[in-house]
């Protein structure tokens, strides 16, 4: 019996990939056309030319690569314990890891300034090593949901019961039991909110333009509302930046443990 061909979910799905790239496309074209009467790449030449660019490119990946970090570093054992020793108090965590959804980044940034002003306590926002901690704080507020919630379902899928119980008996520490067995077994759920995490904070706007960071979020609205086709380049290269980082880690995230990332085999042939 030959699987008949339904035309509705393929309806759909070809409606869903029209929607994502129609306009992808038409940004793509514009942004080549910013030589009267010719296709070019001048747009994505001038870009690249911009220093400020650069520099806002790099301080946004670096803050989001700490971000990801500390996030790891706060969810992974948070997580950990919370599903071996107080699995009651489980709904209350992730009731507060969903907070960041309910209250704004705006009254979180004006908070971390009240806070943290130069009238405080610690007045962190008074030099750019304070200021850039409280904006990898930030970024680690806005993606505790994605990233708790990705390590969770992580755990779900193995028994940490037993695989603490058997390290234990071996006299492990429970540092070590979280940095060398849960942490590799849950990798692919470490990666995916890493990910997430990546694409939250490199384009976001409101923490980092308030705190007075050269970010890329800011640095996009500032070139949108400056030129009409650098925009439409830089969207393009942004596209092309998370999911060229999207197809890396989702090949960390399956690899093996001692296996290489790209790895040259030779058939028999050539090795005679």
């Known amino acids: 019996m030959t699987p008949r061909f339904r035309i509705g979910p393929a309806i759909i799905t070809l409606a869903a990939i029209l929607y994502f790239f129609v306009p992808l496309y038409a940004a793509f ?56 020793r107080l699995p009651k108090l489980r709904p209350v965590v992730e009731f507060i890891s969903l907070l960041p959804l309910i209250i704004p980044s705006v009254v979180l940034v004006f ?48 028994d940490i019961a037993t695989l603490t119980e058997a390290a234990e008996s071996l006299g492990a520490s429970r540092a070590r039991i979280v940095f060398t067995i849960i942490f590799p077994n849950i990798r692919a759920a470490v990666v995916s909110g890493a990910f997430l995490t990546f694409s939250i904070c490199l384009g976001e706007f409101a923490i980092a333009s308030l705190l007075n960071r050269s970010a890329f979020g800011p640095y996009m609205v500032q070139l ?21 980082l999207m197809a890396l880690m989702q090949a960390f995230a399956t690899m093996k443990p001692g296996q290489r990332l790209f790895r040259l085999t030779l058939s028999k042939k050539s090795q005679a």
């Open 224 to 244: 949108g509302q400056d030129r009409a086709y650098e925009p439409a380049a830089l969207a393009i290269m942004s596209f092309a930046l998370t999911w060229l």
């Open 111 to 158: 908070g971390q300034i009240r806070m943290f002003g130069s009238s405080s306590f610690l007045p962190l926002t008074t030099s750019d090593w304070g200021t850039n901690l409280l904006l990898v704080i930030g970024y680690v507020v806005l993606s505790l949901p994605y990233m708790f919630r990705a390590v969770d379902n992580g755990m779900a899928a193995i």
């Open 29 to 84: 074209q514009f942004s080549l056309q910013m030589k009267r009467g010719e296709l070019s790449f001048a747009a994505y030449a001038s870009v690249f030319q911009d220093g400020v660019f650069v520099n806002a490119l790099v301080f946004s990946i670096l803050a989001s690569a700490a971000a990801i970090v500390f996030g790891a570093l706060l969810v992974v054992p948070t997580a950990y314990w919370v599903r071996l």
